[in-house]
Each structure stands twice: as C-alpha cells, then as structure tokens.
C-alpha cells in the first residue's frame, strides 16, 4: 500500500508562498543549527511527488536537492521533455492522485513525500494523504499563496506531536482521518 505524506513550512497566517511564488522570507531565515527533522522524514520515503509550482521553484536552486526520484504533476509539463541534467530522476505527468498512487503501488513504492500547495489540496480532497507536518514560521504575509484551499466537506485531522525551536518556529505533526 502507498500511503503519501506532507512535510512544509507555512506563514503564520497560513502562506507558503508570495503570490509570485517567492518564499526568500523562508529561505533568509538564519536556523542552521536548528534540525526540523526534514533529513528524518526524507530518509523513510521511496518517491517525491510534487506540483508544477514547486518544480518550478526547485530549479531555481543552486543545484538539485533530491536523491530520489521525483514525479511533476502538470497538464503544462506532461508532454514537455525532461531537461537533459534531469533524466532520470524527473517525470512528469498529467494522472489524477488516484492514478498516480495505482501508478506507485506498481512501481513498489511505498511512502511518498508530497509537496506543492495545489498537489497537496488535490490529494487531500481526494482522502489520499496520511499525515501532515506543518512548520509555522513567525511571520504574517498578508497574502499569497495558501497552504491550504476549499474543500468540500471537513478533514479531521488528529495532532500527534507538536515542538517549538529556539528560533520561534513551531511544527506540529497530525494524522489525517479519512
């Protein structure tokens, strides 16, 4: 069985985004001796799937973070070629969650780190995603883009854990109740 797991930091009032896509309020943040148990929740995962928005947003980085394999979802991108650095560790598709997580079954995977806002809200409303880890940041946006987005009906989620950093940042651990 796949089960799917979210690890992002969001603003206090829920952005984890500019609206232009910028997040330097994230990155300029001074924590480097602060662990937030990213390198932990990465090392149990077999597969990245992320949005469009955040494969964007990856490429923009000095050099590429993942070692392993990462699956774009976008209808833009699907019938785009991989860029040549890139084979072999980036796919992109056009599938629906549900297709996708037929798609890993196959593929053996197991655990699965999602990440983007809309990816993560497609998933969600689909009662596709196991768990979530949220790292608040102590900074208000304004606006931007939202973690999360309309749903049709509630999610209950139980909180499994929750820790506070000496930087003020506070991450909370739930499980999602399908």
């Known amino acids: 069985m796949?089960?799917?797991?979210?690890?992002i930091a969001a603003s206090l009032d829920g952005y984890i985004a500019r609206q232009d896509g910028d997040i330097g309020w994230l990155l300029q943040r001074d924590e480097p001796a602060e662990d937030h148990g990213y390198a932990a929740f990465i090392a149990g995962k077999?597969?990245?799937?992320?949005?469009?928005?955040s494969y964007e947003k990856v490429l923009t980085f000095d050099e590429w973070p993942y070692d392993l394999p990462v699956l774009v979802l976008s209808r833009q991108l699907a019938d785009s070629p991989v860029p040549e650095a890139l084979k072999g560790k980036?796919?992109?598709?056009?599938?629906?969650?549900?297709?996708?997580?037929?798609?890993?079954?196959?593929?053996?995977a197991?655990?699965?780190?999602?990440?983007?806002g809309q990816l993560i809200?497609?998933?969600?409303?689909?009662?596709?995603?196991?768990?979530?880890?949220?790292?608040?940041?102590?900074?208000?946006?304004?606006?931007?883009?939202p973690l999360f987005g309309p749903i049709?009906?509630?999610?209950?989620?139980?909180?499994?854990?929750?820790?506070?950093?000496?930087s003020g940042l506070v991450q909370s651990h739930y499980r999602v109740n399908n």
């Open 152 to 166: 049709p009906q509630d999610i209950d989620l139980t909180l499994l854990s929750s820790r506070s950093f000496p």
């Open 2 to 7: 796949v089960t799917t797991h979210v690890f």
């Open 90 to 108: 980036v796919h992109f598709s056009r599938r629906t969650p549900k297709e996708v997580m037929n798609d890993l079954a196959a593929q053996n």
């Open 121 to 145: 809200q497609s998933f969600l409303r689909e009662g596709l995603v196991a768990d979530i880890v949220v790292t608040t940041v102590p900074v208000l946006l304004g606006s931007g883009k």
């Open 46 to 53: 077999d597969w990245i799937v992320m949005g469009r928005g």
């Open 110 to 116: 197991h655990r699965v780190y999602l990440d983007g």
